[in-house]
């Protein structure tokens, strides 16, 4: 189906068979959407069942169509790393990209001894590989325990970097972007060197410029004197609790703030709404992704608390959702 | 709180009391929303009750915010008229404004004498007004019953003309915008006049234009080979059997057709998916309105039916969701 994507397709056709299921519900992330169509006809030509696919947007396991999953038998979920949510088969997506040039350049330009190796699902299976190349090259290699959000050791989210809570010199991520890295960056204060194996490129972080940008946002956001709080109704990131508390705090310090609550966050969405500032409790990532889109400030709930005054200045960090206790993956 | 709307606040509090209600859901439709921060702000410090404000789309009591239902005591949707919906309270915004001037003014171009009469909910409660002024003007007026989709004689949807199912020569439809009278234009084949009362302005309806617009779009799906078929999830949109006839009816003509599920509709969503036609079996109105957002025909499932060669091109109608039997309203 792809040279560089293995979606399992055996394992699921068999999954259907086991379970009987006569209607099947596909859900795909962005990139992968379009072998939607092709996998629905070889699932239905090969087990009878009719498959509908999701075409609501998908961005993380954080995003589970809960509504297309009540009509289906079983749902499954491709591209991104399990969580436990019941009657929802996540399907990893594999890379297959070899990951040893880019390794290898990156191991040139280290300057610690212990290096902390970080990367997302889709690369997570060449980590032991990772792992040996330091090792050849005399390094000392930390995989770092996650806690139960994730999956893997040394696997990280957009919104999750337990991974990374380990006594390294610095850190290597693995695969393309620069919002993992740069939210390890700002969760540990080290280096992080980012491996790109699709473009076989080698760089450096550099927290400076977002930094620059959200200390921008939160100082147009003092000013502000209507808040929108949004809680995000999408199943793994609803923060109802948090966002209830940062209402009370707001209402506290004589500010107007009240609460939306949405599946997708767009400007569009919010344009029905007046407020100085948003703050959102959902994805971490729309206030730093979208920054640009949003006719107001969007602040992340760490943020506010700045705004508030319970926060210094100096203590702005990524917001990570975070799960329970530490634990090292079994599988 | 709007010398135009009237929010039945009143009402609400006393009902959110009756209930002991701690948390509540307020859901407008997109002209509304800007009143929700005031409507949340009341709420709060005349019972205590915390709202939440949805932000998605709401175009219609179709679309019911499900996902913010779960998670509160009572959901008022507001300007819309009643479905049956468990834990869901309509509240309907009625406009004041006055409809007796262009009421003067459309009976001055009437043809017919058997007038039937036709709105939204907005304007219901002006109905028997209405009727008296076409009867001095020695006219007998009809005002429809309806299927049980809808709530109160001579009511329509922009997808239900079940009300203009009446013997009359012509009809009055009393509102703002085309789609609605254009519906009934094309489901009774008669001659529909639209008083604004908003505007105060007279006019007839055109369905050439449309037509020749949906004749256009039907010939462009003709050399279509691969169909998107798309269900819609909102609560009061769902057809999901039809979706599945359809997509047989396709397979058996020996197209390519595949089930999309999702939302809000919207072409950037639909972007990701490879289609020479989409075929809605959501919203009618999404097909009609958005034309010339879509790269591709999106068909309603009766223009896909003339495709298929199943329905002749003078067959075309508007697409109708419809209820059962026909009844009288009885508030």
Chains 1, 2 share one sequence.
Request: negative net charge; proline residues 4%; glycine residues 8%.
């Amino acid at each position: 189906m792809s040279a560089t994507f293995d979606f399992d397709l055996e394992w699921v056709i068999d999954a259907i068979e086991k379970r009987g299921a006569k209607k099947v519900g596909l859900q795909f992330p962005e990139g992968l959407k379009r072998f939607g169509p092709a996998i629905a006809k070889e699932i239905q030509e090969r087990t009878g069942a009719i498959s509908y696919i999701s075409g609501n947007p998908c961005y993380g396991a954080c995003d589970v169509d809960v509504i297309l999953q009540t009509h289906v038998d079983v749902l499954f979920h491709f591209g991104h790393a399990h969580r436990s949510v019941d009657d929802v088969i996540f399907i990893e997506t594999r890379s297959d990209v070899d990951i040893r040039p880019v390794m290898e350049q990156a191991v040139k330009i280290l300057k610690g001894d212990v290096i902390g190796l970080i990367t997302t699902v889709q690369h997570v299976h060449k980590l032991e590989e990772a792992h040996d190349i330091l090792s050849r090259h005399g390094k000392t290699c930390i995989i770092g325990r996650v806690d139960s959000r994730l999956k893997y050791k040394g696997q990280v989210l957009g919104c999750n970097f337990s991974a990374a809570q380990v006594n390294a010199d610095e850190f290597i991520y693995i695969g393309s972007g620069n919002f993992h890295p740069l939210g390890v960056t700002l969760a540990t204060s080290k280096r992080v060197i980012i491996a790109d194996p699709m473009s076989n490129e080698v760089r450096e972080t550099n927290p400076e410029p977002i930094l620059r940008q959200r200390h921008a946002i939160i100082a147009r956001a003092l000013d502000a004197e209507t808040f929108g709080i949004i809680i995000c109704t999408k199943s793994g990131q609803m923060r109802v609790d948090l966002a209830d508390k940062l209402w009370k705090k707001a209402r506290k310090k004589g500010l107007v703030a009240y609460l939306i609550s949405m599946d997708e966050i767009t400007p569009e969405r919010l344009n029905s709404f007046k407020a100085d500032a948003f703050v959102n409790t959902g994805c971490p990532r729309i206030a730093i992704d979208d920054v640009a889109m949003f006719k107001v400030p969007m602040l992340t709930p760490i943020e506010f608390e700045v705004v508030l005054g319970e926060r210094g200045w100096d203590e702005i960090e990524f917001d990570e959702i975070l799960g329970g206790c530490l634990f090292i993956s079994t599988r």
